[in-house]
């Protein structure tokens, strides 16, 4: 099932101008960056979800494949859950 990860205002376009507070601070919670958690988000979303974000680089690549290692606790997949919400 395709999934956009959370990106503001942005939709299915990607992140437009700064990143939300909310993506920040759990990104900051997992010495993280941003991308990296809407990437966790959208894994947490169930095993239906295959994410296929882009890569253009190796160390993108990297970053990519670290975000699935990123747990979610319950109070930030509620943060974040509405803030897409809010977004949509």
Known sequence: MPFYAIAGTG???GV??????EV??????????????????A???GPHV???PGTGDRDH?????AAGA???SEEEWDIL????????
């Open 11 to 13: 939709g299915q376009a």
């Open 16 to 21: 437009r101008g700064a990143e939300a507070d």
């Open 24 to 41: 920040l601070a759990v990104a900051r919670a997992h010495g993280a960056s941003a991308a990296q958690v809407r990437v966790a988000w």
């Open 43 to 45: 894994l947490h979303r």
């Open 50 to 52: 295959l994410v296929i």
């Open 61 to 65: 690549l990297a970053a990519n494949v």
């Open 70 to 72: 990123l747990r979610l």
């Open 81 to 88: 859950e509405a803030f897409h919400r809010r977004e949509a």
